[in-house]
């Protein structure tokens, strides 16, 4: 039988053969978070377009609408399956597409409201109990939150844990003149206490998708993270979406447990690889015909489609990659398949075709796959099934000692009803740890970079080492003699003060030596040159003591340009650099002894945090807030913004004075033993 006559009928998120299901049954892979719209009460003629976005939800009754009706009748949708690059059309030829400059000009839509209640749970996502499980309404991961390109978000965040705040960082929204709802605890705000509630509010100003996530301490790699999604353009055609699919590593102890293990200067090593919050521990050293029939662990990933016409013509699937992972860069790819990527995190690329992607930690790709299966040779493979792959890369994972976790995750089925495992196997690509490449990750908007602001200072104050700092005699935390060795960027590691966030302390000249503070007072526009290594010869550096390993570093408040990525060891030669439309994105991978160069414009005023997103690292102190222009910034914070920021403060402050309400209420002062962030 030719399968490319069936449809990609099933695609698994781990090992359970699940047969294909009527639409209306179908499990699916993320429970959809309904928002309440604010109600909109349009004047006559003001009837602007209400539909679906062509990247739904697969649950039919989980699709929300684009909802555009302020900005009038003039507007209609224009996406289709073979222009997906366009949104809205208005009147004169004016469009909201993939060209559009989503920095300046946005749609207008309209306020969604959400919430977010964090508790406790058991989570067995791989058979085996984590008793100290962190989540969103009580699922993991967290339920999937949905907007539209313009829309505004207001989502309440309800703390329902017994020994922590909590705290909820929108990763890679650019939070426009709204610092104080990026989540950053000791930056943005206090800890939302237990028992308390927080709301943000924010515009969604870019489109693709990214996921949300704890930004207190180690939280997220208890279950503490969900995906989220913005409508809008795309810049390659696709016929039919589906759900994200969240790939992370997994521990069956507490990420509070294992950071005692990073401070002693040694490695925590993960247990499982799970996709969508679920595994199977199958296949380890197995041939694919043996792999037995495990129990199912809650509901598995389905996609279903009953339309074989389309998949004839060689249907295209919109695919949302997520990397979640404390710990692990993952190579994402589906045997004999092709796949057109066309995003790198919030930014719209010139498409390009591979067989595989890396992902790294934090990194979101948009990626569309034909059902099209085809031989190396490019005859068409005219197998049943075909594993999804989520490999470890060489050098970005540590799993436990005796093997890692089996990479074929998932299964793309083409006969209806079909129950057997794939016999494929993998391409011959490289596993090594790395970003895409650097050539290849073109914006479909072009910049060109101008010369730096701080031109001045880029070769002496704006270079930043990473490596382990040792303990100084009397400066350790949480204890002064605390001896425990620290990851770090900049001047030292950082440790914030929950009760004291940046935020609220903007008139102050000097700031504390823990809290990393880097003043960039630059014009509304000005671009600012960062370059980050990881080791170094000929550069004066402190006692640091630097070590080979790769850095994803996030950057809060920016999509930044990426000038220079390299694995050279940085010497103080001038880099080269490229100024013509240079990759962009928000997450960028700093190669074991390696070097960056990074740059933004200063036209948002803030303290961002930089950090990396190997969680233990991040919670070692390997961070650093780029204070961008304070003065503004203070004037921006005005007293209704800051309310509830105070309020919050003050909620936590009495919260935190009752020992009884920790965890360990012997001696207050070991409460937080990480950076906070």
Same mark, same amino acid.
């Given at each position: 039988?030719?399968? %490319?006559?069936?449809?990609?009928?099933?695609?698994?998120?781990?090992?359970?053969? &699940?047969?294909?299901?009527?639409?209306?049954?179908?499990?699916?892979?993320?429970?959809?978070?309904?928002? $309440?719209?604010?109600?909109?009460?349009?004047?006559?003629?003001?009837?602007?377009?209400?539909?679906?976005?062509?990247?739904?939800?697969?649950?039919?009754?989980?699709?929300?609408?684009?909802?555009?009706?302020?900005?009038?009748?003039?507007?209609?949708? *224009?996406?289709?399956?073979?222009?997906?690059? *366009?949104?809205?059309?208005?009147?004169?030829?004016?469009?909201?597409?993939?060209?559009?400059?989503?920095?300046?000009?946005?749609?207008? @839509?309209?306020?969604?409201?959400?919430?977010?209640?964090?508790?406790?749970?058991?989570?067995?996502?791989?058979?085996?109990?984590?008793?100290?499980?962190?989540?969103?309404?009580?699922?993991?991961?967290?339920?999937?939150?949905?907007?539209?390109?313009?829309?505004?978000?207001?989502?309440?965040?309800?703390?329902?844990?017994?020994?922590?705040?909590?705290?909820?960082?929108?990763?890679?929204?650019?939070?426009?003149?709204?610092?104080?709802?990026?989540?950053?605890?000791?930056?943005?705000?206090?800890?939302?206490?237990?028992?308390?509630?927080?709301?943000?509010?924010?515009?969604?100003?870019?489109?693709?998708?990214?996921?949300?996530?704890?930004?207190?301490? #180690?939280?997220?790699?208890?279950?503490?993270?969900?995906?989220?999604?913005?409508?809008?353009?795309?810049?390659?055609?696709?016929?039919?979406?589906?759900?994200?699919?969240?790939?992370?590593?997994?521990?069956?102890?507490?990420?509070?447990?294992?950071?005692?293990?990073?401070?002693?200067?040694?490695?925590?090593?993960?247990?499982?690889?799970?996709?969508?919050?679920?595994?199977?521990?199958?296949?380890?050293?197995?041939?694919?015909?043996?792999?037995?029939?495990?129990?199912?662990?809650?509901?598995?990933?389905?996609?279903?489609?009953?339309?074989?016409?389309?998949?004839?013509? @060689?249907?295209?699937?919109?695919?949302?990659?997520?990397?979640?992972?404390?710990?692990?860069?993952?190579?994402?790819?589906?045997?004999?398949?092709?796949?057109?990527?066309?995003?790198?995190?919030?930014?719209?690329?010139?498409?390009?075709?591979?067989?595989?992607?890396?992902?790294?930690?934090?990194?979101?790709?948009?990626?569309?796959?034909?059902?099209?299966?085809?031989?190396?040779?490019?005859?068409?493979?005219?197998?049943?099934?075909?594993?999804?792959?989520?490999?470890?890369?060489?050098? *970005?994972?540590?799993?436990?000692?005796?093997?890692?976790?089996?990479?074929?995750?998932?299964?793309?089925?083409?006969?209806?009803?079909?129950?057997?495992?794939?016999?494929?196997?993998?391409?011959? +690509?490289?596993?090594?740890?790395?970003?895409?490449?650097?050539?290849?990750?073109?914006?479909?908007?072009?910049?060109?970079?101008?010369?730096?602001?701080?031109?001045?200072?880029? #070769?002496?104050?704006?270079?930043?080492?990473?490596?382990?700092?040792?303990?100084?005699?009397?400066?350790?935390?949480? #204890?002064?003699?605390?001896?425990?060795?620290?990851? /770090?960027?900049?001047?030292?590691?950082?440790? $914030?003060?929950?009760?004291?966030?940046?935020?609220?302390?903007?008139?102050?000249?000097?700031?504390?030596?823990?809290?990393?503070? &880097?003043?960039?007072?630059?014009?509304?526009?000005?671009?600012?040159?960062?370059?980050?290594?990881?080791?170094?010869?000929?550069?004066?550096?402190?006692?640091?003591?630097?070590?080979?390993?790769?850095?994803?570093?996030?950057?809060?408040?920016?999509?930044?340009?990426?000038?220079?990525?390299?694995?050279?060891?940085?010497?103080?030669?001038? %880099?080269?650099?490229? +100024?013509?439309?240079?990759?962009?994105?928000?997450?960028?991978?700093?190669?074991?002894?390696?070097?960056?160069?990074?740059?933004?414009?200063?036209?948002?005023?803030?303290?961002? %945090?930089?950090?990396?997103?190997?969680?233990?690292?991040?919670?070692?102190?390997?961070?650093?807030?780029?204070?961008?222009?304070?003065?503004?910034?203070?004037?921006?914070?005005?007293?209704?913004?800051?309310?509830? $920021?105070?309020?919050? *403060?003050?909620?936590?402050?009495?919260?935190?004075?009752?020992?009884?309400?920790?965890?360990?209420?012997?001696?207050?002062? /070991?409460?937080?033993?990480?950076?906070?962030?």
């Amino acid at each position: 039988m030719n399968i %490319l006559h069936d449809c990609w009928v099933v695609l698994l998120g781990f090992f359970n053969a &699940i047969t294909l299901l009527p639409s209306d049954n179908v499990p699916h892979s993320q429970q959809v978070l309904q928002p $309440v719209l604010e109600p909109f009460h349009p004047h006559a003629g003001n009837d602007g377009p209400v539909f679906a976005p062509p990247s739904h939800p697969q649950n039919p009754g989980a699709v929300l609408e684009c909802d555009y009706s302020p900005m009038g009748n003039q507007w209609q949708p *224009c996406s289709t399956n073979h222009s997906r690059a *366009c949104w809205l059309a208005g009147p004169g030829g004016q469009e909201y597409n993939i060209r559009t400059d989503y920095e300046t000009q946005i749609p207008t @839509g309209v306020t969604r409201k959400y919430t977010l209640e964090a508790d406790e749970m058991n989570i067995t996502a791989d058979g085996v109990l984590m008793p100290y499980g962190k989540v969103f309404n009580q699922q993991y991961p967290g339920p999937w939150i949905q907007a539209c390109w313009g829309d505004t978000l207001e989502i309440t965040v309800k703390n329902s844990l017994r020994f922590n705040g909590t705290s909820v960082h929108w990763h890679g929204i650019r939070q426009l003149q709204s610092l104080e709802m990026d989540g950053v605890p000791g930056v943005t705000q206090c800890p939302i206490a237990p028992g308390e509630s927080y709301t943000y509010r924010f515009r969604a100003t870019q489109y693709g998708t990214s996921w949300y996530h704890s930004h207190y301490s #180690l939280q997220y790699g208890d279950g503490l993270a969900g995906p989220l999604t913005i409508h809008g353009p795309s810049s390659s055609d696709y016929d039919e979406p589906k759900d994200p699919i969240l790939m992370t590593d997994w521990n069956h102890r507490s990420a509070f447990q294992d950071f005692q293990i990073e401070l002693e200067g040694r490695v925590p090593l993960m247990d499982s690889i799970l996709l969508n919050g679920q595994a199977t521990l199958a296949a380890r050293g197995k041939d694919s015909n043996t792999i037995p029939r495990l129990k199912e662990y809650g509901k598995s990933p389905v996609i279903s489609d009953n339309d074989a016409e389309e998949c004839r013509q @060689g249907k295209r699937y919109l695919l949302r990659l997520i990397n979640t992972s404390v710990d692990t860069t993952f190579v994402f790819a589906i045997d004999k398949h092709n796949i057109t990527v066309m995003s790198s995190d919030f930014v719209p690329i010139n498409p390009y075709v591979t067989d595989h992607v890396t992902v790294g930690i934090g990194q979101r790709y948009h990626v569309v796959v034909e059902a099209s299966p085809k031989n190396s040779d490019g005859t068409p493979n005219l197998s049943e099934a075909f594993w999804m792959r989520t490999i470890p890369a060489i050098g *970005c994972q540590n799993f436990q000692r005796g093997g890692i976790p089996d990479e074929r995750q998932g299964i793309v089925y083409y006969k209806r009803g079909s129950t057997s495992y794939p016999l494929t196997e993998r391409e011959k +690509f490289s596993i090594d740890c790395s970003d895409e490449p650097y050539e290849k990750l073109q914006p479909v908007l072009p910049w060109k970079v101008p010369v730096p602001a701080n031109k001045d200072h880029v #070769l002496n104050q704006d270079l930043f080492d990473v490596g382990i700092d040792g303990p100084t005699a009397g400066q350790g935390h949480p #204890l002064p003699n605390d001896s425990f060795v620290r990851w /770090a960027i900049g001047p030292r590691n950082l440790y $914030v003060n929950f009760s004291e966030p940046t935020v609220l302390n903007l008139h102050k000249k000097q700031w504390n030596p823990d809290y990393v503070v &880097i003043p960039k007072d630059y014009p509304d526009g000005g671009w600012v040159y960062l370059i980050i290594y990881g080791n170094v010869t000929g550069v004066p550096s402190r006692a640091r003591r630097t070590i080979p390993a790769a850095h994803p570093l996030h950057l809060h408040g920016h999509d930044f340009v990426l000038l220079h990525q390299s694995n050279q060891t940085y010497d103080s030669t001038p %880099l080269a650099l490229n +100024f013509d439309n240079p990759p962009r994105r928000d997450v960028v991978l700093l190669p074991a002894a390696g070097t960056i160069a990074i740059a933004f414009k200063a036209d948002n005023p803030g303290s961002w %945090l930089l950090h990396c997103h190997i969680a233990m690292h991040a919670s070692s102190g390997l961070a650093m807030q780029i204070l961008e222009r304070q003065e503004d910034l203070q004037k921006q914070i005005s007293p209704i913004k800051a309310k509830p $920021v105070i309020f919050g *403060c003050a909620s936590w402050d009495k919260w935190f004075s009752n020992p009884k309400n920790l965890w360990n209420s012997t001696d207050v002062r /070991a409460f937080q033993d990480d950076s906070g962030i």
